[in-house]
């Protein structure tokens, strides 16, 4: 197992652990910065402070309540739902591609994609507020037409990371792929 540092588009530092099960087997794995307990300790005591402000005007107990449970459902949704980890994508040539991403509360969603649905994987870019960023993507190919792409399926979207890492990822994905193409296709039983 190898892991690098590298930066995401927004400067934050993020970690790339490659792992090679077998020849055409990988898995790279893009965990992004963990949750600050600054920058949440702060949100929590600017919201309480706020809440006590509201207080200390209308005498009121129920603006405490109310400030703390949704503080602790907003802290809640956030870690479930919002907030992820770690970003996997498992490359099996002979199978697919399963992206994985893991949230901050432990929760974990999975995307398969069969392998022949794969056209290609690619890096591509985008101009957003003056600024090109770039993201590595899966073409899915059309099933009416064999050059076409039905769907454009964007990879690690929370991470974020910049094109060296990127370049990384696809080149490892490419080697897959590219034995894809080349081993010999079964025809079947005889």
């Known amino acids: 197992m190898e892991e690098r540092r590298y930066r995401s588009a927004s400067g934050a530092s993020i970690a790339l652990r490659r792992r090679q099960h077998s020849a055409s087997c990988r898995e790279l794995a893009v965990r992004c910065p963990r949750l600050r307990l600054r920058s949440l300790s702060a949100a929590t005591s600017a919201a309480w402070l706020a809440a006590y402000g509201l207080f200390a005007l209308t005498e009121n107990s129920m603006v405490l ?75 899915l190919q059309d099933p009416g037409d064999p050059q076409g792409v039905s769907e454009v399926v964007p990879l690690f979207q929370s991470s974020k990371p910049r094109l060296d890492c990127l370049i990384e990822v696809y080149k490892s994905c490419q080697e897959i792929l590219e034995q894809r193409k080349t081993a010999p296709q079964s025809s079947g039983i005889k």
């Open 65 to 139: 309540s109310a400030a703390i449970i949704v503080t602790l459902i907003g802290l809640i949704v956030y870690l479930h739902f919002m907030k992820i980890d770690q970003e996997l994508l498992l490359v099996i040539g002979s199978l697919g591609i399963q992206v994985t991403s893991v949230y901050a509360s432990g929760k974990e969603s999975t995307t398969f994609i069969e392998m022949s649905q794969v056209k290609d994987v690619v890096i591509n870019e985008a101009i957003h507020m003056q600024k090109v960023i770039y993201y590595l993507c899966i073409l």
